[in-house]
């Protein structure tokens, strides 16, 4: 047999391996109200009236660049326990429709700069990962990106050349990883919005220990802004000084001496924090215990125990 012949069949053969994304990964494919389970998922970019794709409890180490593009009515990817550890840069390419990115309870440990660039989602999910390093410019120009969910992995620092145009997030959960530092200004650079309803950061369950004036900065509206269970020793008076407008603010379970006055009387409507702990002896602010469901960051219940 002619030796070019069989170096042709063995790229020709390279390349069909290469493009596939998945092996012996089954989908659930919804087609507008149709529900399709997809047993060859190397076709799913067939898949032009897909309009939600899913895989629970699935195989799937690597996304490939281009594993998801050219489905023109895809609104919503859920990949959920299967295994993912790496997201290739280019993972979802022309998906004019997408709405929603859920790449949860995985073992990421990387968010690479150009996996989800320029993306239209609204919200973006990486719950329950492994993420320890979030590179420099990965949520690039998400301008239409409201929810930011990252709770439940591994950070231990954030920086805010993290954003780059992208500005207008509302809902922004870090609770349970390792946080010991983040940047100054950080929340003003992703956080800007001068009206946001139903606002949340969440930074609980970390190891947080002084909030100075400059991290909470150009934050002007602020629903839920959750510090409790850090290891917090102190915040400055002026940390807030930024908020025009805010709920609830949740200091409970740290290492706070005292609580500075101009917090617990300033623009919080309610200030949660541990008894005996307030700057003063015969004065308090009305106390209660409260529990925030976030396993649907989306539908926040504040209930009052």
């Not at 990964?25 to 794709?53: G, M, P, S, Y």
């Not at 609104?75 to 709405?99: C, D, H, M, Q």
């Not at 990115?101 to 073992?107: L, Q, V």
């Not at 139903?198 to 839920?224: H, R, T």
């Amino acid at each position: 047999m002619n030796i070019n012949f069989l170096l042709l069949l063995l790229v020709g053969n390279l390349i069909y391996v290469s493009g596939q994304c998945f092996d012996s990964v089954v989908f659930t494919v919804f087609r507008n109200d149709k529900k399709v389970i997809l047993q060859r998922a190397d076709t799913v970019n067939d898949e032009k009236e897909a309009t939600e794709i899913y895989a629970n409890d699935q195989d799937i180490h690597t996304l490939q660049a281009g594993c998801f593009k050219d489905l023109p009515k895809l609104k919503y990817i859920a990949l959920t326990r299967s295994g993912i550890k790496n997201v290739e840069k280019s993972a979802f390419l022309k998906l004019p429709s997408i709405k929603s990115i859920a790449i949860t309870f995985n073992n990421i440990e990387t968010v690479y700069n150009g996996i989800f660039h320029s993306l239209g989602i609204t919200k973006l999910s990486l719950l329950g990962n492994k993420i320890s390093t979030i590179e420099e410019h990965s949520f690039y120009n998400l301008t239409y990106l409201e929810i930011l969910d990252l709770s439940y992995n591994n950070i231990y620092s954030l920086k805010s050349n993290i954003f780059y145009k992208t500005e207008n997030i509302r809902k922004i959960n870090l609770n349970n990883n390792k946080l010991y530092y983040i940047q100054d200004n950080f929340f003003s650079v992703c956080f800007s919005s001068i009206d946001s309803p139903n606002s949340l950061i969440d930074l609980s369950a970390n190891y947080l220990s002084i909030i100075d004036k400059k991290l909470f900065k150009g934050v002007y509206y602020i629903e839920y802004l959750l510090l409790n269970d850090n290891n917090i020793t102190k915040i400055d008076p002026n940390a807030f000084i930024s908020v025009i407008k805010g709920n609830i603010l949740n200091l409970q379970a740290n290492n706070i001496e005292k609580v500075p006055n101009k917090i617990l009387y300033g623009k919080f409507e309610e200030v949660l924090y541990d008894e005996g702990k307030e700057d003063i002896s015969n004065e308090s602010i009305p106390l209660g215990n409260f529990s925030l469901d976030d396993s649907n960051i989306d539908s926040l219940v504040l209930t009052k125990m």
